[in-house]
C-alpha cells in the first residue's frame, strides 16, 4: 500500500513560478514510476510529466521547457518545478505512482493551481 500527498499549489501570475511536492509512504519500494497529471475545469485528466526510477523524464508538449519532475534522493518525494506558468496551466495537479509497465496504482488528492492573466 502507498499513500501520495500533494501540497505546494496556489495562486499566482502568469510568468511566475510554482514547485508542487508530493509525498509517498508506504511500500514506496514497490515504486518505479512517479508522476503528475493535472486536470482543468471542464477538460479532461492530462498527462503532465513522468519519471522513472532510472531517471527518466517525459513531458508533455504543452509544458516541455517550462517544467520539471524530479526525485529527492531517498525517492519518497516527487517535486514539479513549473516556470513561466500560463492561465492554461489552471488546474488539479494530482500526483501518481506505480510501475512501469504496470499502470498507475495510486493517486494523491490533487492539489490546485491556478494562474491568473
Not at 17 to 43: D, E, T, V
Not at 93 to 108: E, F, H, V
Request: proline share 2%.
Amino acid at each position: 500500500q502507498v499513500h501520495l500527498v500533494e501540497s505546494g499549489g496556489g495562486l499566482v501570475q502568469a510568468g511566475g513560478s510554482l514547485r508542487l511536492f508530493c509525498a509517498a509512504s508506504g511500500n514506496i519500494f514497490s515504486l518505479n514510476a512517479m508522476g503528475w497529471y493535472r486536470q482543468a475545469p471542464g477538460k479532461q485528466r492530462e498527462l503532465v510529466a513522468t519519471i522513472t526510477s532510472g531517471g527518466s523524464t517525459h513531458y508533455a508538449d504543452a509544458v516541455k521547457g517550462r517544467f520539471t519532475i524530479s526525485t529527492n534522493n531517498a525517492k519518497n518525494t516527487v517535486y514539479l518545478q513549473m516556470n513561466s506558468l500560463k492561465p492554461a496551466d489552471t488546474a488539479v495537479y494530482y500526483c501518481a505512482a506505480g510501475r512501469l509497465y504496470r499502470g498507475w496504482s495510486y493517486w494523491g488528492q490533487g492539489t490546485q493551481v491556478t494562474v491568473s492573466s
